[in-house]
């Protein structure tokens, strides 16, 4: 269905002047200090992250944690249903 003359002026206005509000000043939160600041030094990426293990190696450790809490909840329920006397 084709769109309306009017109805697609109305949508252009709206977005025109949602462009032209006021937005609140971000730079009135800086204090001084922090302008007077020197900027950081860039450092590479390499030296500040982890290194992550191998997929392989963390979906076996998974795999394991998941089997001991399988193995833990079957015997769990084995338990509640032995009869009790």
Request: glycine share 2%; with cysteine.
């Amino acid at each position: 269905m084709p769109m309306r003359p009017l109805t697609f002026s109305a949508l252009l206005f709206l977005a025109a002047t949602a462009a032209c509000t006021n937005v609140p000043e971000l730079e009135e939160g800086i204090t001084p200090d922090l302008r007077r600041a020197p900027y950081p030094d860039l450092v590479p990426l390499d030296g500040l992250l982890e290194p992550r293990p191998a997929p392989e190696a963390q979906a076996a450790e998974t795999q394991a944690s998941l089997d001991a809490r399988a193995a833990r909840l079957q015997a769990r329920a084995a338990a509640l249903n032995t009869p009790t006397n």
